[in-house]
């Protein structure tokens, strides 16, 4: 299978980048299956159906959530009614909406998608690797499911490639997300599962982790805040990872870094010889 | 000029694959400076004497550390005679050693290396973001200085790349290190400033963050510490950045990253077309 | 009943005071239970056998922790053996021992204790809130136990406040431990739970929060390690909280903290009037 | 000199307690000089001028202030006028209004106030024991000032502790604030400094640090806000420290809680004979 996954969408200059791109994507990359990380997409905090809509339409299957997906109210609602927009799974039981599901790819082939919050300088939710522990129990890979990705959202380095090799020989893709910034680090584990401790953000690079510059880096300096973040609508690079697996195993064979468009210095699997 | 960074430095694999590439990569790359960040270049915790001078002599111009620079104790008492070893420029006033310096480049020419910490996520130091100041006032690139190096040791990306827009168009190059994982956003800030959120470590990437992979996944799954972490041994990647300045004003013109050996995706400026 | 809780043990200085008191107490306040935290008896950090034998000899019906319970590691054998001896409930499954307990109280009655770690600004383990909502409802006050103490081992203060409320009518007492530093904030909350922010540790006040003042100084001011914390060897205070409960409900009617010799003012209940 | 400090004022129930008691304290405990943290005055968040001008004309002759002093954004323009505001003296240069002042107390003695903010899990401004070093160095007591009481607004209590020994023997006064509750460790330090680790808010205590219960209750349970914190209105405690100094040396030869109203014990020095 061919899977892409996209990291954070950050207010409308990620939004259109992404509904702009993935049509093409889609079709270019001959996708089986595509994951986009939401939580930023509504001004850069949370989600509204619209959104969620916008972006299923234009060809994400799943759309995964973090620490914010919960700014917009409204997705405690809609999240009960899509089934394909999920939130992380360590919430407290009770938590409106799904933290993992299995979902049909192209070809009716099953995707677990299990989306989880690290807990390393993070507001603490139940343990992540225990949970993933549960979700990759209850549909095996090369078993259930054909393939099995885990959004993993955390800050620390140290907590996110740990889960790299938990899971390594037991997902297809192990991704992080919420640091806003593209890693350099895609790699194929020892045990098969491909690998990358950021997607990055979707969105404009002339920016504090997506935000206008200005409230940033007065808060920074003055430690005073003096008014709102505002997403930066410059041109949005495209962040992620594209991962080709084995269909017997579901074991990761490729995996590569996408970035398209934006400040970044681009680079497209299949298109460029390597990275 | 033409100036390279190597991001932290980890263990055996990390000391053993920088030394081997040093004169190389000064040679092909033609470079006029080099930095190479070795907080954890002893045994994964601090640096010490010996292999501060092995670095040194090897091709580094100048070694930057971070919150591990006092893991060995003994740099509390060399960092007093050896010009060419910082720590972070913010620690309290009367810590042993220096946390910027202006250092002579290859030609005679004058570069500026300023070391700080990040206060997000970390055991705070003073405000960087004012002891950077500081030391650009003190220094001005395109007058006192022909290049400006900023190593920004520090865990949150918004902070780091706060940080790359706050000396825009002052500096040649921001670099962050700590995060131990390379970022794959290089790019030149609208005022000239070359940046990128993480250098990367110089590491064996089938690890945790530099570390065996056992202890840390122990932690992380038992919340009981079982030993201490031992860095990795299998071979390591060589990461960083590479710049290239405008000898007038200082600013940056190209700025490429650098992924050389081990397990993560190559690329070298000049001999790959583009990353 | 007559139950007293005892704070956090510090070293050499808080044991001997707390093994010296124990007997007195539980004669001049007739005592029916008592609970003794701990986490930092042996040489400040975690507890032996031979150390947790002494406090109970002395006249503690059980031993509680907290984030130090495993510093000395013997204790992840002896508390196999050891009923009395409980460690924080939301540690992993599968961690040794238990974090809570049916214990026999004097007359034979039952007294529920639930050992709970906070998780703000903390190493965080699974939700404390819906781990004690677990186990006040497999033994629930005034039906299955007699009486019912929640140590929250917690650092913010919020997140105690918080507990003590959540227990409000089904806990006969919710006390905190961790800061070591006694509050004065005893208080009878509104659905019949005795409260107090943090019971106070048995140790020296002459000291930061414990241990000696020269390293915690040393590195507050130079922010570089020059050597291990050593408990801190005056006159310790012994602190804590007395509670009496209604027979029938279990709820408490009276609350009255305890802080006995070394440095701070001294109270005990009964024999001063008031506070 | 008879000095009383009064900590965090929460919202109408703690200002107005405040402003009630505050001329009967000054007679009763025939004060020279009284100060209050104000930074939870205006609805629990911030104070106003309006508000700070209530404070003062009631009886305080100095309000300080911590992390929430600009919660308001007014108080950054009236603290320019108001020389008996005070914020945290460890802020960035530049930050409006002063962070320490030599005030005049009854007689004409001048009592220096410091007020500064700690680091451990907070948003970290610069070091507050060098700030401190500063302060005490201009205004020496026993010098230039006759008094000396510095606010340290801190959370843990290891920092707090060690601000306390830091200043013994040069300050007649170490309180801690930002905790909200009250701690019961009130002593004269070896060098004759009075310390207590946190005063206590002035607040209603059937609350979850003087907020409404709640929604703090809410979001440690499902961990999604679902509404603003609203300070609690019932019946609050003042709480606050009472210190008597020597007049030729300026430390403290007596220190005594104070806890008037609300839920709380109550305690008050001089009218019941021991705490
Ligand atoms: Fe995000
Ligand atoms: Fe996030
Ligand atoms: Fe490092
Ligand atoms: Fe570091
Ligand atoms: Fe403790
Ligand atoms: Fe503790
Ligand atoms: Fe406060
Ligand atoms: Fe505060």
Known sequence: MRLMFLGDVVGRAGREAVVDALPRLRADLDLDFVVVNGENSAGGFGITEKIATEILDAGADVIS????????????????????????????????????????????????????????????????????E???????????????????????????????????????????????????????LPGGTAYQTDAGMCGDYDSVIGMQKDEPLNRFTTKISSGRFQPADGDATVCGVFVETDDATGLATRVEPIRLGGRLKQTMPGLMAAE
């Open 134 to 188: 549960r979700e990759l129990a209850a549909a095996p890979l090369g078993d259930v499911a054909d393939a099995v990705i885990v959004d993993m959202h955390a800050e620390a380095t140290s907590e996110k490639m740990a889960m790299g090799h938990f899971c390594d020989g037991r997902a297809s893709l192990v991704v992080g997300t919420h640091s806003h910034i593209p890693t350099a680090d895609a790699q194929l």
């Open 65 to 132: 959530g973090g620490n914010h997906s919960w700014d917009q109210r409204e997705a405690l609602v809609f999240i009960e009614r899509e089934q394909r927009l999920l939130r992380p799974a360590n919430y407290p039981s009770g938590t409106p909406g799904r933290g993992a599901g299995l979902f049909e790819a192209r070809g009716g082939r099953r995707v677990l998608l299990v989306n989880v919050l690290g807990r390393v300088f993070m507001d603490a939710l139940d343990d992540p690797f225990a949970t993933v």
